[in-house]
């Protein structure tokens, strides 16, 4: 017999733990400093860094640092995507994420956070098959821009939307922007009734598989997360599109995360 709902739900829930508590993961993040034009230094970190319209910069000015596992023996140029990834420098036992969130910012990931010693997994609702729910993927014919707002007052995220996932519930039909999946298939931030009661107020992120034939998908609540911001006060995560908040309470997925209530 094939693996049952509650056994792959507790497995890709012990993965999503695992990937938590990786040694310089979101849990490892220590501090957050913004970049400004002027080369200067950062407590704790060696060099000087800085940024200008196009791109961030860092000198070691002699320290030893890494990026991909090659020296960085002089200046180096990161010029990254708006609300994309980022680049990490490696100096000693730390990492130095640099990315783009309006202007450039430098993030330093620890393996001794306290947030990750301390670190005893997500509370989450009991998995319940009935919150996974069909619904219909509609692309839109051409993907939208669509900027939304984050957790960080006066920054905002400009995402590519390329549809909306429509379902029913409690009679109801409900529509919920998508944007393009991590990997493949598809995304959507979202509140509900129990965000700021027993989930993260700001929001919780649902991935989805791919549509078949038909535009039809699944969405399964019981996976949804959250967004880094639940954990650390050092992320910048994006707050749901205009329209992404359900009237009823998912009481299926994560929940609030331990002393951030």
């Avoid at 890709?12 to 993040?29: N, Q, S, Y």
């Avoid at 910069?57 to 990254?80: K, M, N």
């Avoid at 393009?180 to 700001?202: C, I, P, Q, W």
Wanted: charged share 25%; proline share 8%.
């Amino acid at each position: 017999m094939g693996e049952g709902f509650i056994e792959q739900w507790r497995r890709w829930k012990d993965e999503r733990e695992r990937t938590l508590a990786a040694p310089l993961g979101w849990l490892a993040l220590v501090s957050l400093d913004w970049l400004d034009d002027r080369p200067r230094g950062y407590a704790g970190l060696p060099g000087v860094w800085w940024q200008d319209e196009d791109a961030a910069y860092f000198d070691p000015q002699g320290a030893q640092a890494s990026q991909s596992g090659f020296p960085v023996l002089g200046q180096s140029r990161f010029e990254l995507v708006d609300s994309g990834a980022g680049a990490r420098i490696a100096i000693g036992d730390v990492e130095v994420e640099v990315a783009r969130r309006g202007g450039y910012l430098i993030r330093v990931h620890d393996p001794k956070a306290a947030a990750l010693l301390e670190f005893d997994g997500v509370p989450s609702y009991p998995p319940d098959p009935d919150w996974r729910i069909e619904g219909v993927y509609e692309p839109f014919p051409e993907p939208r821009p669509t900027t939304v707002g984050a957790v960080v007052e006066g920054l905002s995220h400009v995402y590519t939307a390329p549809g909306v996932v429509r379902f029913s519930f409690g009679g109801q039909e409900h529509a919920l922007t998508a944007f393009n999946g991590k990997r493949r298939g598809l995304n959507v931030l979202f509140t509900d009734a129990t965000s700021g009661v027993t989930t993260y107020a700001a929001n919780r992120s649902l991935e989805i598989a791919e549509p078949d034939e038909a535009g039809r998908v699944i969405l399964d609540f019981n996976r949804a997360t959250n967004l880094p911001c639940a954990f650390t006060d050092y992320a910048t995560c994006p707050l749901p599109p205009e329209g992404n908040t359900l009237p009823f309470a998912v009481e299926a997925g994560e929940k609030t995360p331990h002393g951030r209530g």
